[in-house]
């Protein structure tokens, strides 16, 4: 699978991406759809609620199941890239960090961010 990505930042999320990146926390780069392009493969979809009565859409590499983006009913144009995808990480370290509230006890804060402890406050 190939993507493009163009335009983006960096989202650093304590949240249940847990289940999905197999890991305490998970970092995201909200990007509009219209940056992203899928140079290669095929992406499979999975719809389903976010936990919160809110639909979430994940989409995923249709030949390995690797997640590769999600977005929910209120992300307007903007899709959520899973960070890992990504090929340079350097190029967008996180501006913020959200779901602070459940983030694991033996995690540090993020430094040089905003900090949330949900995604709307």
């Known amino acids: 699978m190939s993507v493009k990505v163009t335009g983006s930042r960096g989202t650093y999320l304590d949240m249940p991406l847990w289940e999905l990146q ?31 009565g809110s639909r979430l859409t994940r989409e995923f590499c249709g030949e390995c199941g690797s997640g590769i983006l999600e977005y929910g009913e209120s992300a307007g144009d903007n899709i959520y890239v899973f960070y890992g995808t990504q090929d340079d990480l350097d190029v967008l370290p996180p501006k913020g960090e959200f779901f602070c509230s459940q983030r694991c006890s033996w995690l540090p804060e993020v430094p040089g961010v905003f900090h949330k402890q949900k995604i709307k406050e």
């Open 22 to 52: 197999g890991s305490a926390n998970g970092i995201t780069t909200k990007i509009p759809k219209s940056a992203f392009t899928l140079t290669q493969g095929t992406l499979k979809i999975h719809q389903g609620d976010n936990g919160s």
